[in-house]
């Protein structure tokens, strides 16, 4: 087969326009074929016909609360002083529900009656009709009950039945079959070799599809050959409404999927202007749509977003699904590509009143950010991002009762955070700590700017040998007495080597040792501040060390790379070294604070968080990680 490089980057506007002409000209369903169900097997299909009521719900004037039906023109006159005595010829009992005795109007509670020898003694009268369900009051025979394109509901069957539907006429449900590509993928439960990943995006795409209504089925993961993958996808396409191919949709040499559907059917679309997801391909074979997801899972699940969902949502005759908007402050600055609409998954939480979002890793890889993020920010292609603080419109994932309960957490990163997040969580599920890790300096920054809730901070200042508060008052001037500092732990910060320290490396005056490879933080990170400092006071040049320039996050993405072998030293905590089973070389014991917005500290969003501090059991856990002492935490230094 001819090398297939991508078609152009098509607006994605444009290329579901194209994908639309492709199966209208191949001959594709528009609609997908009528079926009728009973009402009980009906949920969450589509109605393909209108239902009309057959009967009238109630079928009858009933009574509405347990009491006595009595006619409205007897009671006239009762009060507390005068009140009406009822024969027991002149009332009926009646439980809420019963058909209203002929010729009552009206329904007095139980609640309200007294009785005196059979005589129902009334003290106020009752107007006609109260308390009685007329006939037709929910719905009257021959009324539309539910239109054309209706996706069925719990409340919308329970409606139909009580209408005299049994059956209703509804879309079959769309199925859609994935096919996983690759020679290095192999299925969930088995353990793969190095340069193997596991076939994660079957079962994601699978759930996206039963999410949205489909029946969804993933085959055999294929090999990279071409000739198997088409032989596949000729078999498969006719049993579907949507067949999926992951992976393959790049222009690599293993990558087959745009030339296979060129070959057996018509390929309309090959590289979409999203980011990430931008090896898409879009075409037909055998009058079914294909599409080409690519292989990263934040790609793979976009490319479903954008263009699966509308199509099987026309498919049904349902209307897509919008999520909720919100307004948002940025909480750091946002880089976009020209050319490209940037699809961003941000953290949310409101802070001092107005909603702020924070954006999550961006790699195309990083499955976590699809897990916890709570909304979607849409940066068009025209635009080169946003600054911190702008406000931006951001499509919700979560509900806002959610989002308000959340703290957000900016600055640095700290493995007590998380086990905070998980253990305030697991205490309440409204509740959820965020955190997001762009070093010590910048999180005071963010906090300065209304940005967070809290920052962690623990830089050093090397001319006082004080930790945070001299940073404090630098960034917040006048504002800084208004601030407060609470601690967190003491905690070990130390070289983190391979295990065994197979290289000798004796501290940090090692580092310059040819070809020695150093991990580091990223500029304004207090970690890489306390490095900055140890090397001055031993007078090395940073530019001297192999990889000083090299980047990371976070701790444990520190201690990942010299687990990998990527990296033989990484200044950062001992739990990071104890967490990747890493040996550990000290450096220094230091702070680990929290600096609080200025009159946050007693606000009850943080109280979930000065509780779990205070309690033994968590205090425990953070000594359990290992170099971490919690002798003062939760107490206010400042």
Same mark, same amino acid.
């Given at each position: ?10 607006? =994605? ?28 097997? =009906? ?9 009309? !009521? ?42 809420? /529900? ?98 193997? @990943? ?31 993958? !088409? ?33 057996? /059917? ?26 080409? =997801? ?22 049904? /005759? ?88 959340? @703290? ?56 006082? #040998? ?11 001037? $006048?504002? $800084? ?16 080597? +391979?295990? /065994? ?22 500029? #304004? $990170? ?33 201690? !990942? ?7 033989? $030293? ?28 200025? #009159? ?29 002492? +919690? ?8």
């Amino acid at each position: 087969m001819p090398s297939s490089p991508f078609i152009r980057d098509v607006p =994605a506007a444009q290329a579901l326009e194209a994908w639309r002409a492709a199966r209208e000209a191949a001959g594709c369903p528009w609609r997908l074929p009528v079926i009728e169900v009973a009402i009980a097997e =009906a949920a969450g299909l589509v109605t393909a016909v209108p239902v009309w !009521a057959t009967r009238s719900s109630p079928p009858f004037d009933a009574a509405g609360m347990d009491g006595i039906a009595v006619r409205a023109a007897d009671t006239l006159g009762a009060s507390e002083t005068t009140p009406v005595l009822l024969e027991p010829g002149d009332y009926d009992v009646v439980d809420t /529900g019963d058909p209203m005795p002929a010729g009552r109007d009206a329904v007095v509670m139980r609640e309200h009656l007294h009785y005196d020898d059979g005589r129902a003694e009334l003290r106020a009268a009752v107007p006609p009709y109260q308390h009685v369900r007329s006939i037709g009051e929910d719905v009257s025979a021959g009324e539309l009950l539910l239109p054309a394109g209706h996706r069925l509901r719990a409340v919308d069957l329970a409606a139909a039945a009580a209408a005299g539907a049994t059956r209703v006429s509804v879309r079959r449900r769309p199925v859609v079959l994935i096919l996983p590509t690759g020679d290095e993928v192999r299925p969930i439960g088995s353990e793969p070799g190095p340069g193997q @990943i596991l076939d994660t995006n079957s079962l994601m795409l699978a759930e996206q599809a039963t999410e949205a209504g489909c029946e969804a089925r993933c085959l055999p993961i294929e090999p990279d050959d071409p000739e198997r993958i !088409a032989a596949v996808v000729t078999a498969a396409a006719p049993q579907c409404d949507l067949l999926i191919i992951i992976a393959g949709s790049s222009a690599g040499r293993d990558d087959y999927t745009a030339r296979v559907v060129a070959s057996a /059917g018509t390929l309309a679309v090959h590289g979409v202007a999203v980011r990430p997801g931008h090896p898409v391909v879009l075409g037909v074979v055998e009058r079914t749509p294909v599409l080409g =997801a690519p292989g990263y899972p934040v790609s793979a699940a976009l490319t479903f977003d954008i263009f699966a969902e509308p199509l099987l949502s026309s498919l049904s /005759g349902a209307p897509r699904t919008r999520r909720p908007r919100t307004p948002a402050r940025l909480a750091r600055k946002l880089a976009s590509p020209l050319g490209m609409d940037d699809w961003v998954r941000v953290r949310l939480g409101v802070v001092g009143g107005t909603m702020v979002a924070t954006p999550l890793p961006r790699g195309a890889g990083v499955l976590t950010s699809l897990v916890r993020a709570d909304g979607l920010l849409v940066v068009p292609a025209g635009v080169e991002g946003h600054h911190a603080g702008s406000t931006v419109s951001v499509e919700l994932l979560r509900g806002l009762d959610e989002i308000s309960g959340t @703290i957000v957490a900016i600055g640095s990163h700290d493995l007590v955070l998380d086990l905070a997040a998980s253990a305030l969580r697991a205490d309440d599920a409204m509740v959820t700590l965020a955190s997001s890790n762009v070093g010590s300096l910048g999180g005071l920054v963010a906090l300065r700017d209304g940005l967070c809730h809290i920052a962690g901070s623990h830089l050093l200042d090397p001319a006082t #040998g004080q930790y945070t508060v001299p940073y404090v008052d630098r960034v917040f001037g $006048a504002a $800084a007495p208004d601030v407060a500092i609470v601690r967190l732990v003491h905690r070990e910060q130390g070289l983190l080597v +391979a295990p /065994g320290n197979p290289l000798g490396i004796g501290g940090i005056g090692a580092l310059t040792r040819p070809g020695l490879r150093y991990v580091n933080r990223q500029r #304004g $990170a207090g970690t890489r501040v306390l490095l900055d400092h140890e090397l001055g006071k031993l007078g090395i040049d940073p530019h001297a060390i192999e990889g000083y320039l090299r980047e990371e996050p976070t701790h444990l993405a520190v201690a !990942a790379a010299i687990a990998a072998g990527r990296a033989d $030293a990484g200044l950062g905590i001992m739990a990071a070294a104890k967490a990747f089973g890493l040996g550990f070389l000290p450096v220094t014991r230091e702070p680990y604070d929290l600096v609080v917005a200025p #009159g946050a500290l007693d606000s009850p969003q943080l109280a979930p968080l000065w509780s779990l501090l205070r309690s033994d059991g968590f205090q425990s856990a953070v000594t359990e990680l290992g170099g971490y002492s +919690a002798k003062e935490m939760g107490r206010r230094i400042r």
